[in-house]
């Protein structure tokens, strides 16, 4: 296949959209999320070890502007459902069928465990990646394959046209996000990968010039 018959150019589209704000209040239904994490998967992993697991929040795109919860609390202002959308199965959780009682309260403690709230609070959904201690073989490859892995999440966000951000501060939570999810000690958290639908191209970092990096060239 030639590179112009490629619908993915690495030179071109090695770096996945970054901040992705501002967002449009398009959810991301579940079937999408489920893709990520496969082609996420798809890193490699010493020994082919696979060490990831994950839990995905969906944000609710039911509730209009300035609603509340029985608390009082203002949720999502930026959602609101176009009934005129096939949302598959977000299309249930407006109705209040498809998840647990409580979804909203996980939301919004995750929310409340980074300082970047904001990212959170605008992504139409959320992917937490934990490593597995009990599938480790090596601390520092294990990890190594963490990255790789998130490095793929961004990339397959990225080519189905989302907006996704590694969060790495909310690390400083991470017993309380392992507990929020419900999971054991054996789960560490790695990261949380919020994601939305970009309203544009969003700023990029800048990088170092290649120059900066390369050390040597022997
Ligand atoms: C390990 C790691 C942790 C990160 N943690 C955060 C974070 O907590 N909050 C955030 O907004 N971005 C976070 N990022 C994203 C970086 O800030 C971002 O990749 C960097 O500034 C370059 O921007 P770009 O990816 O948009 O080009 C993190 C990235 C990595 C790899």
Redesign the pocket.
Known sequence: MSQEESSWNFSKDC??A??FEPITDQPIIREQLREIIRLGTMAPSGRNNQPWRFVTIVAPCGPPQGSSDPQGNTIYPNRSLAPQQDFGELSRVAAGNALAPGFRTTLQKLVQL?R?SH?IEKAAACIIVFLDKTAMYHEVKDHQSMGAC?QNLLLAAHGLGLGA??????LKSAKEVRELCGLSNDMELV?VVALGHPAGKGG??DRRPVEEVLLKEL
């Open positions: 770096r996945p970054g901040a980074t970047y990212i998130l951000v590694w969060l790495g501060e909310i990261a990029k970092a």
